[in-house]
């Protein structure tokens, strides 16, 4: 990569994250040489060497643009959160989990010694000796460390102010190029930055705006997994079939991609404009539409639903109201 | 714990027959427990189940939701709907650990006084025995428009939904 010291600085950083994110910044394709024409990349672990102290030794405010993706379940995370907060002028909170939680926030359903507990000594792991990781250990040379879990993960905005929020697991890669366009465009003085914590690369509608499938009157007497159906109408509404699709809450931007691919929403681009906790929005979703006034069979209706908590914060939970179950937040 | 544990509870009642309903209990001196904070709303359905999420996380140990009963709504049916999202509200409660019975569905027509004040007493002795729920009270003061209030629109209400520092 070119070394420039008159071009913007640009960087990317993973916390608690999959890599899924990077990956979809790959994904680009030739719009990744954009990145490389117009900014220098300073810090980017997953593309390039740098070091902790090489971004430490940068001037306050000295990178335009920091990508961060990741929630912040350690204190490395939250160091390199706070880190990368002081050093970048515009902090993106990029994808599901920075801005939400996404799946690695569906540990707080936990408390931390028990996810320690299920990691290291369930069934399905060989430790006869009970070994646990220790966070400090002393060597020879001096003291070890790892990073020591938080009692919650928690989304980028609870541990740091956050410029933009881009939704997504993980965000589409045109709305990723739309964004390094819109950008660049900043840079030439084109184009003007959105307001402060606004949501960038997705749209203000839900997915069910996307979505190309018929809609009619949903009237739901049984909620059923897709797999149990046979055949799946291709053209119908998949929620008036009866299968718990989160479309209504969830907002719009990548297309209704799932659904016209013929699966459920599962709402990974998070909350619709508008929407303060994801979970109550769908609560209110699905029972509108629930086709019964018993509540016995309102009841046998909602048996459909296995995981409720599971469905309704697959990806919101450490970004809801709540942000954990009671057993995680006493422990916290 | 000590025994003089004093459950906090809001109170959503629908201004038809929950909210009479209660009006009349005070103007006929019928004695209940003084736990309950009450919000009045046009309709049981107007509840988003974000309203007792919010309770819950600030502070709340229980919220009663009051409204007309079957059959007798003001809106037709709309206290159907608050059913069902109390009876699935309840299921995702569960989900999180959170006590169900911390959260009271109650069908109290405008002459049920009487009805209004007796659940409510027997609802905060049942979440007195629940114990305190311990979730945001730490938050520190938490502001009127936290939140809820979308005066700005240029900003997008993720912001809203997730600014609440979590304490370390």
Known sequence: MTVNGNKPKFAMYWAASCGGCEIAVLNTHETILDVDANFEVVFWPIAMDAKYKDVEAMEDGSILLTLFNGGIRNDENEHLAKLMRRKSKILVAFGSCASEGCIPGLANFSPVSEIVQTAFNTITTDNPNQIYPRTSYDVPEGELHIPTLSPLLRPLDQVVDVDYYMPGCPPESHQIAAVIDLVIKVLKGEAQLPPKGAVIGAGNSTVCDECPRTRNVKLIKEFKRIQDIAPVDPTLCLLEQGIPCNGLATRSGCNARCPQAGAQCIGCYGPAEGVIDYGSRLITAFSSVIDANEPEEIERILDGIPDPAGQMYRFNLAGSLMKASKSAWENK | ?168
Request: glycine letters at 10%.
């Open chain 2, 1 to 168: 714990m000590t025994d003089k544990f004093e459950p906090t509870i809001i109170g959503f009642t629908c201004n038809w027959c929950s909210y009479r309903a209660a009006d009349l209990a005070g103007t006929a001196r019928m004695k209940y427990a003084p736990n309950v904070r009450l919000i009045r709303m046009m309709c049981s359905g107007r509840l988003d189940p974000t309203f007792v999420l919010r309770a819950l996380s600030n502070g709340a140990d229980g919220v009663m939701i009051t409204g007309c009963h079957p059959g007798e709504c003001h809106y037709v049916e709309q206290n159907y709907k608050a059913l069902r999202r109390y009876l699935l509200l309840k299921r995702v409660l569960k989900g999180m650990g959170i006590e169900p019975e911390r959260v009271k569905l109650v069908w109290a027509s405008a002459a049920e006084g009487a009805r209004f004040a007796s659940e409510t007493t027997l609802f905060v002795e049942e979440v007195r025995k629940l114990g305190p729920l311990n979730w945001g009270k730490d938050h520190g003061p938490q502001t009127m428009d936290d939140g809820l209030s979308h005066g700005d629109t240029s900003q997008s209400s993720i912001v809203d939904g997730q600014k609440e520092e979590v304490p370390a």
